[in-house]
């Protein structure tokens, strides 16, 4: 499994483009500030663990392999950019973008996708719940503990058995996006004596 779908497992099961959007005019409630966040996690993973559902065989374009992507509503590059434009702040669509350059296309007229080796398989095995923390009228953080499985040698890197994950949820003028999504290439570690912090 995917460290980042083990996140999303702390609430409820992930869903696709359906999934319930935060008041545009109000403070999220609890549930969507979850639900944000597991579209958040999904769509974050496209670019940085694994690639979108596809479909076989592939074709072969401009020497690469690609795969006709295969997730409901999103049909091209456009309604790509629309999705991650509906749950990250427009800073952090470009980032992601940039990051996954090469790796999704259309290709007469539908969106294509070069597959990726998928990382951070089997590192994390379980994870308590994440907190809200609602920090200000215009920003909530979602705060997620990670506990490492107990033949992970943790003590090689930190000598701690949790790690501490906070994406930042910031009110735009377009409604509550995330403008921070951490994908660190080592989790950031703290004291065990304070798991939850502030």
Do not use: K
Not at 14 to 22: E, L, N, S, T, Y
Not at 61 to 89: K, P, Q
């Amino acid at each position: 499994m995917i460290w980042l779908a083990l996140l999303a497992g702390v609430v409820s099961g992930c869903g696709g483009g359906g999934a319930a959007q935060p008041q545009e005019h109000g403070p999220p409630t609890d549930d969507e500030v979850r639900a944000l966040y597991e579209r958040a996690a999904q769509a974050y993973e496209w670019f940085f663990t694994h690639t979108m559902p596809i479909e076989w065989p592939p074709i072969v374009y401009d020497g690469y392999f690609y795969h006709r992507v295969t997730f409901g509503g999103i049909r091209n590059m456009a309604d790509l950019h629309i999705h991650l434009e509906s749950i990250f702040t427009d800073e952090m669509v470009g980032h992601i973008l940039a990051q996954g350059a090469g790796r999704y296309r259309d290709i007469n007229g539908e969106l294509f996708a070069r597959p990726v080796a998928e990382v951070w398989a089997g590192v994390f095995s379980e994870e308590q719940a994440g907190r809200i923390v609602r920090v200000s009228e215009n920003e909530i953080t979602f705060r997620v503990i990670v506990y490492y499985p107990e033949d992970f040698d943790v003590q090689t890197l930190a000598g701690t058995e949790h790690s501490r994950h906070d994406f930042i949820l910031t009110l735009t003028g377009e409604g509550w996006r995330f403008a921070d999504f951490p994908l660190p290439d080592f989790p950031t570690y703290f004291d065990p004596d304070d798991i939850w912090g502030g």
